[in-house]
């Protein structure tokens, strides 16, 4: 990254301080000196990790060189051995094993020549351990996260929050899983050990160096990256060697803006037992299931009735409606969701399609938004007598309704919009100093909250030079406590293109991120519990994060 970034990020840093200074006193002395944090005293942590962001070079593919990438390396200081499981020659962080209730600290190393920070996506931690993009820390410095466990058995995700740069340092590497187990999780016959494994799903383009290629332009950025390699845990064309048994898949879509559709190719339905926010309260089954960026799903995979030899693939389905129909329009007439599949196949192969030149960006390399490819296949080696039983019940659920919230008839808007070259929110960019009338709520209250497409959907601008101006599907999730939904509206007219994804969505479970739909409208139910301070909400498509499709709750 240039100098010019490392100025601009300083400056954001400081610049933010400065006038939240002015917009937040009280808020500011509690911030004093964390930037470059110490840990505090009174702190007394279970687990002690010592992390490294740095330049790694890691084979990825199969043939030729290794690849460039950006990774976070670990260290246990203290703790149980099992929190850090190292994923062996991969560009992903380590595995994070959690207890509820372990007091957790790191120490976040930037050995990059950017600035950078770490946010745990997921997890209900204070403000400063929240990775702010108002704590990214230049090369060469020191952050210290402390937390809490207090999140219920899920799983989760970490990765880069450096405002303007998560998307690129997402893509060159910088991300990893975390799981959190608890008492009531123990209690429940579910597949464990060996039987209980990552599926983290990211699509990547390669150039013929075997190096990231990542894009460039504003048309790019404005439908996201699409890659044309779909990597699973850090690797193509991945098959698992799994026994006649049950298994649960902690899947993550990792990805930058790519949706997947989960499915297998024979028609057999999925089943979820976790979604975003941990344990689902029963086990969920669907023909097939979306997982948008950021969002994850737990999978009771069963292979029990599966004679040795058996291979299943899992598919990304197609679907349609995502992206603006002129974008769709174009795929059509290039004929690309046939031919998509037909280079994946060959990418099955060789370990990537062959790169459509310069289709880079707004067509998304050769690998279209809903196009159908595999994702990894199973392949049944060993028979095994035994097998956990998909329980009927898996935890106990408090469920929200509107009889919890105090603004029933008047829920916070977050209002989606896409301006000209500017993916917003509420139709303002991110700004760190700036907080709106209503983003402000105090501590302790549940508040309702209603995710809508400002200008419904379609075609705002009309022709082609407006053809981005169109409503898209959006990702949107919410740093701190986990949400609810409690009502999904489809007010729009593309309803047939709905009909190829409506039912893959599990509302039922605790939620951080939420796929919202072009003509959707969803109602929410969040908590603010437990921490004051700011706590952002944006676009999980990471290029339209970056883009400033970004605000914050100041919790007060
Ligand atoms: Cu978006």
Redesign the pocket.
């Known amino acids: 990254m240039s100098t010019k970034n490392n100025n601009r990020r300083q400056f954001l840093q400081h610049s933010a301080l400065g006038l939240a200074t002015a917009a937040f006193p009280g808020l500011l002395l509690a911030n004093k000196g964390q930037i470059r944090s110490n840990p505090t005293r009174e702190f007394n942590p279970d687990i002690e990790i010592e992390m490294t962001a740095r330049k790694g070079y890691i084979p990825i593919l199969k043939k030729g060189p290794t690849t460039q990438v950006q990774k976070y390396y670990a260290k246990l200081l203290k703790g149980p051995k099992e929190t850090l499981q190292h994923l062996k020659g991969n560009y992903l962080g380590p595995i994070l094993n959690y207890e509820k209730g372990q007091k957790v600290r790191i120490y976040f190393n930037n050995s990059l020549s950017e600035p950078s920070i770490i946010h745990w996506h997921g997890l209900h931690v204070p403000q400063k351990s929240d990775g702010h993009p108002m704590y990214s820390i230049p090369p060469g410095e020191r952050f210290v996260y402390e937390f809490e466990v207090m999140n219920r058995a899920g799983t989760s995700f970490y990765h880069s929050h450096t405002h303007e740069l998560t998307a690129e340092q997402v893509y060159q590497g910088l991300a990893g899983l975390i799981t959190v187990t608890d008492e009531e999780e123990k209690k429940l016959d579910l597949p464990r050990g060996e039987y209980d494994l990552p599926l983290v799903i990211q699509d990547r383009t390669f150039n013929d160096r075997n190096q990231l290629r990542y894009l460039h332009g504003m048309h790019g950025r404005m439908s996201?990256f699409l890659g044309d390699t779909i990597l699973v845990n850090g690797k193509p064309d991945v098959e698992f060697s799994v026994k006649s048994s049950a298994y649960r898949f902690r899947a993550l879509n990792g990805s930058n803006?790519r949706i997947y559709k989960l499915g297998w190719e024979d028609g057999t339905p999925l089943t979820a037992i976790g979604t975003d926010g941990g344990l689902l309260e029963k086990p969920e089954t669907r023909p097939y299931i979306m997982l948008a960026p950021g969002e994850r799903v737990d999978l009771w995979l069963d292979f029990s009735d599966r004679p040795v030899g058996s291979k299943l693939v899992m598919y990304s389905l197609p679907y349609t409606g995502a992206m603006p129909p002129m974008y769709e329009r174009m795929q059509n007439r290039k004929g690309n969701s046939g031919r998509s599949e037909g280079g994946m196949r060959g990418g099955m192969m060789g370990g990537r399609m062959g790169g459509m030149g310069g289709g880079m960006g707004m067509m998304g390399g050769g690998l279209a938004q809903g196009a159908k490819f595999p994702i990894a296949t199973f392949k049944v080696t060993e028979k095994v007598s035994d097998s956990p039983k998909l329980p009927s019940r898996l935890v106990k659920f408090d469920r929200l309704t509107e009889r919890d919230v105090d603004n029933a008839n008047k829920p916070l808007p977050i209002a989606?919009s896409?301006k000209p070259m500017a993916?917003r929110l509420n139709g303002k960019s991110f700004s760190l100093e700036k907080v709106l009338d209503f983003e402000r709520v105090p501590v302790g209250s549940i508040k309702k909250i209603k995710i809508f497409h400002e200008h419904g959907m379609g075609m705002m601008g009309g022709g082609m030079g407006g053809g981005m101006m169109m409503s898209?599907?959006?990702?949107?999730h919410l740093h701190g406590q986990q949400y609810q939904i409690i009502s999904r509206k489809m007010e729009g007219m593309r309803k047939d293109e709905y009909a190829t994804v409506k039912d893959g969505f599990i509302d039922s479970g605790w939620k951080d991120t939420v796929l919202v739909m072009p003509g959707e409208e969803i109602e929410i139910i969040k908590p603010f519990q437990d921490f004051k301070g700011f706590f952002l909400y944006h676009?999980?498509?990471l290029?339209?994060?970056d883009l400033g499709?970004m605000r914050q709750f100041y919790v007060y």
């Open positions: 996201g803006s989606i896409m993916p898209m599907a959006h990702p949107i676009c999980h498509n290029e339209h994060e499709m």
